[in-house]
């Protein structure tokens, strides 16, 4: 079970994400969460740098698409001002979202990496899907109270994992 709660690697941000990392382990495409980890919580600024990552991402010939939790109108509104398909209400870690993603990359799982800033959502939801799981630190403090006490049970499975 641990195991399924463990993530491939651990980023402080999205921007020290090592891309011929991915290009080793065959990743051909990026399942990434929107809050918290590609903006701050329920932040909608999209930044030259966000956009110059997204620019790299592709350049370095990956898919990209936004799976969130969160309301479909704001996330579908920043997923098209980055240019990228997105798969909102995913209520992650199901299976369907993340098949829907799949679907939308038109690759298989082996070939995708799902990029979060939670254990529960992402990296669980990842790792049940047979995918490389990246975890980044939340990008702002700021978020749904529910998250904030999931927070508390993820620090003791970061602990138990030597994570932190
Ligand atoms: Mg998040």
């Given at each position: 079970m ?6 491939d690697?651990?980023?402080?941000n ?6 011929e990392y991915?290009?080793?382990n ?6 990434i969460?929107?809050d ?9 600024d999209?930044?030259?740098d966000?956009m ?6 592709k350049?370095?010939?990956l898919?990209?698409?936004i799976?969130?939790?969160n ?8 997923a098209?001002r980055?240019?990228i ?15 829907k ?16 800033d ?47």
């Open positions: 641990l195991k399924l709660l463990l993530p690697l651990y980023l402080d999205i921007y020290n994400l090592d891309f991915l290009k080793k065959n990743i051909k495409g990026l399942l969460d929107l918290n980890t590609l903006l701050p919580w329920d932040c909608s999209i930044s030259q966000l110059d990552w997204i620019k790299k991402c350049d370095w010939g898919s990209l698409c799976v969130s939790n309301r479909a109108r704001r996330i579908n509104e920043c098209s980055m240019g398909p997105a798969v909102t209400r995913a209520i992650k870690p199901c299976k369907k979202a993340f098949l993603g799949l679907n939308i990359l038109g690759i298989n799982n082996d070939q995708v990496a799902v990029i979060g939670q254990i529960f959502t992402d990296v669980f939801g990842a790792k049940r899907m047979g995918m490389l799981a990246i975890m980044v630190k939340p990008a702002s403090k700021k978020e749904f109270i529910w998250t904030k006490l999931m927070r508390i049970v993820e620090n003791i499975v970061l602990k138990q994992l030597k994570i932190k």
